[in-house]
């Protein structure tokens, strides 16, 4: 029998939506974000267990400066504003990603966040935040060389389960379906090795224009 466990989403579309609209880039990433918000609550609802959102990728910090700082700040703006709600809601707030690289303030809304919410039971929301895919891997073998090079692990030792252990995702089970908004057809640097047996799904939508309903007949569909 077949479980959905774990979703984890690229919410991807933003820009488009809102240049369709002839509104600027940071409009769409207004209402995406204010999606984002109504797809946790639908996702904790429902009862499932992990959701993992692209939030932010390594390769975005190349995008123009203004987009980034925007960027940063609704992520701020978000995390002041909802870390009472998740941990009313039940829901433990994570994140993966190369966080250091985040303006003080955000790591620290960012600590706060998990602190609140480390006892949740409920669904367990992950960012993945100022992350890729490539970044984690070379980040984990290195780890793994360095074990190696002092004596603390056998070459021999190293297997699948030792390495999905080296990575930012540890502890928690891969993703059981990944879905992509926005009709872009690639992972774009997320989560690799994780989903090297998930089901994928790709949408039109773009993420503005992405509702509960749509997201609760995707994960239907995974079981059909
Ligand atoms: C996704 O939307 C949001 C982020 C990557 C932060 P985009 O900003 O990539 O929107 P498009 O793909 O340009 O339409
Ligand atoms: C992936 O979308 C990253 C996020 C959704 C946060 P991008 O729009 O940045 O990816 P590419 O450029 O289409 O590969
Ligand atoms: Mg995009």
Not at 48 to 65: E, G, I, V
């Amino acid at each position: 029998m077949k479980s959905l466990d774990h979703v984890a989403i690229i919410m991807d579309g933003n820009g488009r939506w809102a240049q369709m609209r002839s509104r600027p880039r940071t409009y769409g990433h207004i209402k995406g974000a204010r999606v984002a918000k109504k797809i946790i609550t639908c996702a904790a609802d429902m009862g499932l267990k992990h959701l993992t959102l692209y939030t932010f990728s390594s390769d975005n910090w190349l995008r123009p400066k203004d987009e980034v700082n925007f960027l940063m700040t609704l992520l701020e703006r978000y995390l002041k504003k909802e870390s009472h709600n998740l941990y009313k809601k039940n829901i433990r707030f994570t994140t993966i990603g190369q966080t250091e690289k985040l303006p003080n303030s955000i790591q620290r809304s960012i600590a706060y966040t998990k602190n609140l919410t480390s006892g949740c039971t409920g669904l367990e929301v992950c960012f993945a935040i100022s992350y890729g895919s490539k970044q984690e891997i070379i980040s984990a073998v290195k780890k793994i060389a360095s074990a190696v090079k002092d004596n603390q692990l056998d070459l021999a030792d190293i297997d699948e389960d030792q390495f999905s252990q080296s990575l930012m995702t540890t502890g928690r089970p891969d993703p059981d379906f990944v879905i992509r908004t926005s009709g872009e057809y690639r992972l774009s640097n997320f989560l690799m090795w994780q989903c090297a047996y998930s089901e994928l799904f790709f949408t039109d939508i773009l993420w503005p224009d992405f509702t509960e309903n749509q997201f609760t007949s995707i994960c239907k569909s995974y079981f059909s």
